[in-house]
């Protein structure tokens, strides 16, 4: 019952309201917004107190969106692997996917498992970007590959997700409250920040702000103190 944020999980909002606001297409939001997952991600790996940063980067929903705004996001994710392979490197930081990948171009799948591979054995911190993700497509997917395996539990469809650590702490930036779908099955005893900071907005100072009061905080997880 650490006071401690082991594991930070954000819902970076407001990357398209962020560049309308300026004049700009959407597609500038999603540049700058790739901008602030380094600052951020940096930030967490330099504070040994964490160990894993998951941020949701694509989700099962935002198939929806125009086709071309879909389609520069996925250019943008295999760009921004691509050039982030040494950053993650650099600073030990360790790259690990949750999310169905299989939906992905080859080339996109290439990419995330050679950046996956080259940093499995950093160990400053864990930065997952949850791709092509919905909390209840996971927890599908994991009743699944349980139910060949006798009675389901909490431990078996726990192991079975695609992240198998709980949420402390998740913040939501772009001033809407709600988890969209997000870590529902992690997030169960997460202390729950929002911001009506867009995200290419969003710094370490805030990050480190949220994290402050997040330590004062009494976390009972259903029981008494």
Not at 73 to 79: G, Q, R, V
Not at 100 to 128: H, M, P
Not at 173 to 183: A, E, V
Request: hydrophobic share 35%.
């Amino acid at each position: 019952m650490s006071n401690q944020p082991r594991h930070i999980a954000i819902i970076m909002d407001g990357n398209g309201r962020w560049a309308e606001a300026q004049g700009k297409n959407r597609t500038y939001g999603h540049e700058k917004g790739a901008e602030i997952v380094r600052s951020i991600t940096t930030y967490c790996g330099e504070h040994s107190e964490i160990d894993r940063l998951t941020l949701y980067a694509f989700s099962t929903e935002n198939w929806k969106r125009p086709k071309l705004e879909v389609e520069f996001l996925m250019k943008l994710l295999e760009k921004y692997l691509k050039s982030e392979r040494s950053t993650y490197l650099d600073n030990n930081i360790r790259f690990e996917p949750i999310g169905d990948l299989s939906i992905f171009s080859k080339s996109l799948r290439n990419v995330i498992d050679d950046v996956q591979k080259a940093t499995e054995g950093c160990n400053a911190l864990t930065q997952c970007l949850a791709l092509n993700y919905g909390g209840r497509d996971e927890i599908v997917r994991a009743v699944n590959a349980s139910r060949e395996n006798g009675a389901i539990t909490v431990e078996s469809l726990t192991n079975a997700l695609d992240c198998t650590h709980d949420v402390d702490l998740l913040i939501r930036t772009g001033g809407d409250h709600r988890l969209s779908n997000f870590m529902m099955w992690q997030a169960a005893y997460a202390e729950l920040f929002f911001t009506k900071t867009l995200w290419p907005e969003f710094s370490a100072d805030e990050l480190e702000s949220i994290i402050k009061k997040f330590k004062t905080v009494e976390r009972r997880f259903g029981g008494l103190n």
